[in-house]
């Protein structure tokens, strides 16, 4: 199935005023030749209509909107089909039967043909400037592969329950040691330049796409940092991330397949791999998963930034559960109530 609404020449009227102080409207097109927008699509019928909207009602309009229900078996193409009536500018619809989210990403990347590429989860949200944010940085950044951001993390009902500003110590520029810790973008916050895009590619065979993608880019130039929180990446319980013993699994194969690329040296990857798996002991902790994170813990002691990291582990591993769970809802509570919601 294939809907398609072309207007990719958008022409502004504007004031003016001639040599001989007569008004007049001048036409003059909008600069639409830059952003291709693809948003990969399974099964999120309850999220869809509201990533949508917040990609239309963009201040700065994007050259093509690509959609790729990805064989959904909920509502999703019928909430797709009433959202891009809506639409101002040229969008596709493309069902097919499901491949999985990589093989979706680069055909979206085959498929478009503007300067800059960006994907959003049909389950994320752009909050408003954030393509003429993230354009004006790239544009101002020649040596930039992408330009990412600070992200808010939203539950199911839209409330605001985190922002990465106040834990993710991100950095501008070379972010090859940054990656190596595994401070990783959030990918709702990224445009992409596509040559650069073009030369890497989505790895099929990786479970972890874009850290895989993120460490062989940083090889290639800069990461552009914008401070502003311009987007939201949602939390559910269909996230991939909720299964963390495949997540550490996926990140030690993607900084190992980056040795080479990246020039590291055998005794730095050793060190990543046990900063990784101290960091994943604590989220073991926060699971309740505390005999993984016990054996983590006894055998990365070298992965501990300080001795004041081991004492909060060590707290964190003896707290109950309920106790980790009621400090996780109460942290959760504060950031709504100072951040509140993203509406539709």
């Known amino acids: 199935m294939e809907f398609r609404t072309d207007m990719s020449l958008l022409l502004d009227t504007l004031p003016t005023t001639d040599i001989n102080g007569q008004d007049h409207e001048v036409i003059c097109l909008r600069d639409t030749e830059t952003v291709s927008v693809v948003v990969p699509s399974y099964n999120h019928g309850r999220f869809i209509a509201h990533c949508l909207r917040s990609v239309i009602k963009q201040g700065y309009s994007p050259l093509e909107l690509i959609v790729i229900d990805d064989g959904s078996d909920d509502e999703s193409p019928k909430l797709i089909e009433a959202e891009l009536k809506n639409c101002s500018f040229a969008c596709d619809l493309i069902s097919r039967p499901h491949k999985g989210l990589v093989p979706t ?6 498929q478009s043909k503007g300067k800059y590429f960006a994907y959003l989860g049909s389950d994320d949200v752009w909050l408003p400037g954030f393509l003429d944010s993230r354009v004006k940085l790239l544009q101002s950044r020649a040596n930039a592969v992408l330009a990412y951001g600070h992200s808010f993390v939203i539950n199911e009902v839209d409330q605001i329950v985190e922002c990465t500003n106040e834990w993710a110590p991100y950095r501008d520029g070379c972010v090859r040691e940054m990656l190596l810790h ?3 973008p959030f ?3 990224v445009l992409y ?4 895009l073009e030369r890497q590619g989505w790895n099929e065979n990786s479970g972890l796409e874009d850290y895989d993608l993120y460490l062989r880019l940083c090889g290639d130039g800069e990461f552009a940092f914008d401070d502003d929180v311009l987007c939201a990446w949602r939390s559910h319980g269909e996230n991939k991330s909720r299964n963390l013993d495949f997540m550490l ?3 030690l194969e993607a900084q190992h397949r980056a040795m080479a690329d990246l020039n590291i040296p055998m005794e730095e990857l050793a060190r990543a791999h046990s900063e990784l798996k101290w960091r994943y002991a604590g989220d073991f902790i926060r699971a309740g998963q505390k005999l993984k994170a016990l054996r983590l813990i006894s055998t990365n002691l070298k992965g501990a930034s300080s ?3 081991v004492a909060r582990m ?3 591993l003896a707290l109950p559960n309920p106790l980790l769970r009621w400090r996780r809802q109460i942290a959760e509570h504060h950031a709504t109530r100072s951040y509140g919601s993203i509406q539709p």
Do not use: I
Request: with cysteine.
């Open 249 to 251: 699994t996926q990140c």
């Open 182 to 184: 595994h401070v990783v």
């Open 187 to 189: 990918s709702p916050s």
């Open 314 to 316: 060590m707290v964190a």
């Open 105 to 110: 990403l680069n055909e979206g990347l085959r």
């Open 307 to 309: 001795y004041r990291s």
């Open 193 to 196: 330049r596509r040559e650069a």
